[in-house]
């Protein structure tokens, strides 16, 4: 029987559990930084900035607990993908974007440096990304796409044919890959929940069960008092549209994710992924997957996109159609699984601009920053980001500040129903692409896919 929901495999299967929350917040309080979200955005913030300014007041309001939300749900994803990058590119130039995507590739050690550092068990394994394409025109695509990645200066990535890619993971119907050393599999919650304590050991105080209603200059107000600081920081991700007046900020993506029972040895040595690579694919509605620790393959997908008026699941729940979809993708994948019992299914949200890039800002005149809007590639860019804003907070100038992400301005979205219509007509767009593609097999990206695009802003 599959479980479905109870907030994410990741969460049934912390050594820590259900462990009692945090206080909350039972009165008016002050700091020097109040940082609104327990996520991995607002974690490493506090905790960059305690590390360097010891003495700063630092604290973590969270509505639920430490790693509720995407950083307890996510795929598991430690990798150097950043969200608008080309954007960035066009804007800014492309050697602007090129520093950014080396800050990324750095960032990835930088996770595993400080998790050890911290003494932060999260299962990790650097075993790198492997990016597959199934139909001719995914190659197509992954053919630019590798090409793209090595203008940007990641000349350690390697593209392989089909025979190359099955030496590296066993994959029904490839026709070639890209491979890049940065990336790591993770246990996501673990990762949260270890970085929290880091910043409780380093003095940062963290309420949990304490929603944030409304970010003010200087004022996050809650129902249980409202601490005042010269700076506050929204670091809400896909939670944003809760806030007063964000409704229309960042839309809440949803994701959803299945995953296997354990694996005996056997199979795995004919699925020949001995490595824990990440895998992701070049469809247009893609798929991200991970060997756990505990031997199972984690999948997941878009699912059921977005729900009307950016309202968000309940602990994870997903529909039923959802996990059908996932578990066929996954057997697509790898026949042999055909009949694996699925243990655990969940959803949780993703923050979306409207032109689909992450960003970071601070604005010294109110107080007030923010970073996020990272488009489900948030587990690491959630670690340049709070290193940037430690800097713009300490008013320190430094490589970080000037890269391109650095307070970008994007339009909100369109109000309902325009925005729910969108989202759907966008990925029944995308859905039927893939289809296409793999109907045909034409070489070329169907005009569809192009239009949709266009039309989304993504590219």
Excluded at 61 to 78: H, V
Aim: charged content about 20%.
């Amino acid at each position: 029987m599959t479980i479905n929901g109870g907030i994410s495999f990741w969460y049934a299967t912390d050594p820590t559990g259900a462990r009692p929350p945090r206080a909350p917040l039972t009165g008016h309080a002050t700091a020097d930084v109040v940082i609104v979200g327990g996520g991995y955005t607002g974690l490493w913030t506090a905790y960059y900035l305690k590390r360097t300014a010891p003495d700063l007041r630092v604290t973590v309001l969270e509505q639920k607990f430490c790693g509720y939300g995407a950083s307890g749900r996510n795929g598991g994803w430690l990798y150097n993908g950043i969200a608008g990058r080309d954007r960035y590119a066009a804007l800014h130039g492309h050697d602007a974007a090129r520093r950014l995507q080396q800050a990324m590739n750095d960032t990835v050690t930088e996770v595993i440096d400080v998790a050890a550092k911290e003494d932060i068990d999260a299962d990790i394994h650097r075993g790198g990304v492997l990016e597959v394409a199934r139909t001719p025109a995914q190659l197509t695509r992954l053919k630019a796409f590798h090409a793209t990645e090595l203008s940007y200066g990641e000349t350690d990535r390697e593209l392989h044919d089909a025979t190359a890619t099955r030496a590296r993971v066993d994959i029904a119907d490839a026709v070639g890959s890209s491979w890049s050393p940065h990336g790591a599999r993770i246990h996501p919650l673990k990762l949260a929940r270890g970085l929290a304590d880091a910043c409780e050991r380093l003095g940062v105080v963290i309420h949990e069960s304490t929603p944030v209603t409304e970010i003010t200059p200087r004022k996050a107000t809650t129902p249980y008092g409202t601490v005042t600081a010269p700076y506050v920081l929204r670091c809400t991700e896909g939670f944003t549209a809760a806030l007063k007046g964000q409704k229309r900020t960042w839309l809440p993506m949803n994701s959803s994710m299945i995953v296997t029972a354990p694996l005996p040895p056997s199979v795995w040595d004919r699925l020949n992924w001995s490595d824990s690579t990440l895998l992701g694919d070049m469809a247009h509605s893609y798929m991200y997957a991970q060997r756990t620790a505990d031997d199972r393959i984690a999948i997941g997908g878009r699912g059921v996109p977005y729900r009307f008026g950016s309202r968000t699941d309940t602990d994870g729940g997903t529909q039923p159609a959802t996990i059908a979809s996932l578990t066929a993708l996954l057997t697509a994948f790898f026949p042999i699984l055909t009949g694996t019992e699925i243990t655990h299914a969940w959803s949780g949200v993703l923050g979306v601009p409207r032109d689909w890039c992450a960003t970071v800002t601070l604005d010294h005149t109110t107080g007030l920053g923010w970073a996020g809007g990272y488009v489900g590639s948030g587990v690491a860019t959630s670690n340049l980001a709070a290193r940037t804003l430690r800097d713009l907070i300490l008013d320190s100038p430094t490589d970080l500040t000037t890269l391109p992400w650095v307070n970008h301005r994007v339009r909100p979205w369109e109000p309902e129903p325009l925005r729910w219509l969108g989202v759907q007509a966008l990925y029944a767009a995308y859905r039927e692409a893939d289809r296409r593609e793999s109907a045909t097999h034409t070489p070329t990206t169907t005009p569809l896919a192009r239009l949709a695009n266009r039309i989304s802003g993504r590219h």
